[in-house]
Nanobody
Framework: QVQLVESGGGLVQAGGSLRLSCAASGRTISTYDIGWFRQVLGKEREFVAAISRSGGSTLYADSKKGRFTISRDNAKNTVYLQMNSLKPEDTAVYCC?????????????????WGQGTQVTVSS
């Protein structure tokens, strides 16, 4: 099993930046694609970004392209999400997850081993 712990969330003003971390333990995540999702209370979980096991391929939700950057350091067993130009609508709990199934990387159905999430709040 893999345990994931997200960190780096917090309160930031609109236009600001945050860098989220997703630290894995229990086993290496270097052989897995990793995704970031976010969820607002009462709404469905939303895909944010994903990165391939080598880090050579990345995917983003359309609204995040150019503002968010996903990266990974397999030596540290950690995946990052750099978020710039934050907007109030980016406010959510951000979670990372390990993709273990061959379904679409945009769908949470393909992911297993979810972290508890880190709260990001963007004030206007």
């Amino acid at each position: 099993q893999v345990q994931l712990v997200e960190s780096g969330g917090g309160l930031v003003q609109a236009g600001g930046s945050l860098r989220l971390s997703c630290a894995a333990s229990g086993r290496t995540i270097s052989t897995y694609d990793i995704g970031w999702f976010r969820q607002v209370l009462g709404k469905e979980r939303e895909f944010v970004a994903a990165i391939s096991r080598s880090g050579g391929s990345t995917l983003y939700a359309d609204s995040k392209k150019g503002r968010f950057t996903i990266s990974r350091d397999n030596a540290k067993n950690t995946v990052y999400l750099q978020m710039n130009s934050l907007k109030p609508e980016d406010t959510a709990v951000y979670c990372c997850a390990v993709r273990t199934r061959g379904t679409s990387p945009y769908s949470e159905a393909g992911y297993e081993y979810w972290g508890q999430g880190t709260q990001v709040t963007v004030s206007s």
